[in-house]
């Protein structure tokens, strides 16, 4: 099945810099990589994704790329705020009807100021 | 978006006893919805996949006897967990998916559940 790895496990930055998030996934079938932010005691809740025929994707701060020949996938924040403070999970999805979300082990991001 | 709902948000049972998680799509039917487990700290882990009308697919390690689920209407899918043991305390999580081929995964609140 499919295996999704996430570093760094922890990842502390100030106010205003840029945080870069890694995944890497194994099974070549994948085509659907999400993004969640999760804050404590809540829902995941969907920030964006990536389907696997695009390279790069872009909402405001937020921003993720592909590389499909590599197997991985990246979040990029920019301008991080404080409210940007939280666990962040990346997924992958594989094809067909029994497709399911496979999550990554997932980064707490703390925004100091 | 769409909504997703789950009843109760947080419960506390003692052990030995069954406590049944109600999963709702509000604004969309759903064939099929997904329960996952989180423990403190920890990623999502999907348990079970329930499809409307047909017997759950759980995850290997699963119990299914342990883990009952019922997906008897688009709608609305449970979880029940039977005979709890404290270590069976986690946050438990559905989600409903819609339906077309770039279909979306929507995620209900969580059940909070603790076995004393």
């Known amino acids: 099945g499919e295996n999704v790895e996430q570093h760094p496990s922890t990842l502390s930055v100030q106010e205003g810099d840029s945080a870069v998030i890694k995944c890497t996934y194994s099974?070549?079938?994948?085509?659907?990589f999400p993004w969640y932010k999760q804050e404590l005691g809540k829902r995941p809740q969907l920030i964006i994704d990536?389907?696997?025929?695009?390279g790069e994707k872009k909402d405001q701060r937020i921003a993720v790329t592909l590389n499909k020949t590599a197997k991985h996938f990246s979040l990029h924040i920019t301008e991080t705020q404080p409210e940007d403070s939280a666990v962040y999970f990346c997924?992958?999805?594989?094809?067909?009807?029994?497709?399911?979300?496979?999550f990554g082990t997932g980064t707490r991001l703390q925004v100091t100021l | 978006g769409a909504v997703v709902s789950q009843h109760p948000s947080w419960v506390i049972c003692k052990s030995g006893t069954s406590v049944k998680i109600e999963c709702r799509s509000l604004?969309?039917?759903?064939?099929?919805m997904f329960w996952y487990r989180q423990f403190p700290k920890q990623s999502l882990m999907l348990m079970a996949t329930?499809?409307?009308?047909?017997?759950?697919?759980?995850e290997q390690g699963v119990e299914k006897d342990k883990f009952l689920i019922n997906h008897a209407s688009l709608t609305l899918s449970t979880l029940t967990v039977t005979s709890a043991h404290p270590e069976d305390s986690s946050f438990y999580i559905c989600?409903?998916?819609?339906?077309?081929?770039?279909?979306?995964?929507?995620f209900g609140p969580g059940t909070r559940l603790t076995v004393l």
């Open positions: 990536i389907r696997s025929n695009v």
């Open positions: 099974d070549s079938a994948s085509n659907y």
């Open positions: 989600s409903a998916r819609t339906g077309g081929s770039h279909y979306e995964q929507f």
């Open positions: 997924a992958a999805r594989n094809t067909g009807t029994a497709s399911k979300l496979t």
């Open positions: 329930s499809n409307e009308g047909s017997k759950a697919t759980y």
């Open positions: 604004d969309f039917q759903a064939t099929t």
